[in-house]
């Protein structure tokens, strides 16, 4: 049995708790996506064209997750902290109705960003 990942909400609470107030569905896909980040955040799919900083790291990946039911449409991007030694680690940092264009502040994404340690590079 794999060690669960640390999941941590807190830069998006206000928008998770907006957008579970949507409908119950909603609310139950999104207790059903952070089950799922905790168990095995892997399971989302990676963000293409990653740019910044970000870009270079091959111990962080940034994911997405898709809620969607009738006529609402979300995403929740999640960095993804790979570790060997302990339990990966995953920070929500985006929370959105999805439209399309939509774009990533990737300085923003880049400040969240841990130092990297050696031997992490590419």
């Not at 995403?75 to 680690?89: I, N, W």
């Not at 929500?92 to 590079?121: A, C, K, T």
């Amino acid at each position: 049995m794999s060690i669960p990942a640390i999941v941590r909400t807190a830069l998006v609470e206000r928008e998770i708790r907006a957008m579970r107030a949507r409908s119950s569905q909603v609310r139950h896909q999104t207790d059903r996506a952070f089950a799922t980040a905790e168990s095995n955040p892997a399971t989302f799919p990676e963000v293409d064209d990653v740019e910044g900083l970000l870009a270079d790291r091959k111990d962080i990946v940034l994911r997405k997750v898709k809620i969607r039911h009738q006529s609402h449409d979300f995403r929740m991007l999640f960095l993804h902290h790979r570790r060997s030694e302990v339990p990966d680690l995953v920070d929500f940092v985006y929370v959105f109705d999805r439209e399309d264009g939509y774009e990533i502040d990737w300085e923003w994404i880049d400040s969240m960003l841990p130092e990297e340690e050696e031997g992490e590079s590419s």
